[in-house]
């Protein structure tokens, strides 16, 4: 188990379209723990496997919020969304690519997913609320897309400059 750094926007790696994982290995095991264990500590409620820079179409996710409520960590491998609900919902949403920046984001408010359990299993599932947004923000990462490709251009271009400037204070600090 160990916690990997997280990539930061703008990387290229954030873009890219992501590999099928085409085998169950013990290091997609391995990733798959790692993430999990690197979401709790960030917080989040997601990760994609290109945030922690490998380019695979892996996705964690625990969407709990209740405090007193068990924790429900999900791996979903080549997650693929089978149906989306007419209903829109906005959320504000941020990303811990894109730290401490919000916006609202429309996305269909359900969502039908399919995908792979580490078991090898084929899983399907519809998740609605927080879940449902959290699902289609991570299967938006695996194709190389963030959520402030939603905004308009100027919003998007204030973020990334706030990042760029993170991004060269850290390289200093
Ligand atoms: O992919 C990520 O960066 C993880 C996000 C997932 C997420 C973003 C927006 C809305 C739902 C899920 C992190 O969990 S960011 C932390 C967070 C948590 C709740 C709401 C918004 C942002
Ligand atoms: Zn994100």
Redesign the pocket.
Known sequence: MSIRPILIHPDPRLKKLCDPVESLSTEIGQLAEDMLETMYDAP?????AP?VGVTRRLIVMDCVKEAEAPPRPMVLVNPVITWSSEARSV?E?????IPEQYADVERPAEVRVRWTALDGTTQEEEFKG?WA??VQ??ID?LDGKL?IDYLTGLKRQMITRRMEKLKRERARA
């Open positions: 989040g409620i997601g990760l994609a945030q959320y949403e941020g990303c811990l690519s927080l947004t959290c923000h991570e990462h959520f």
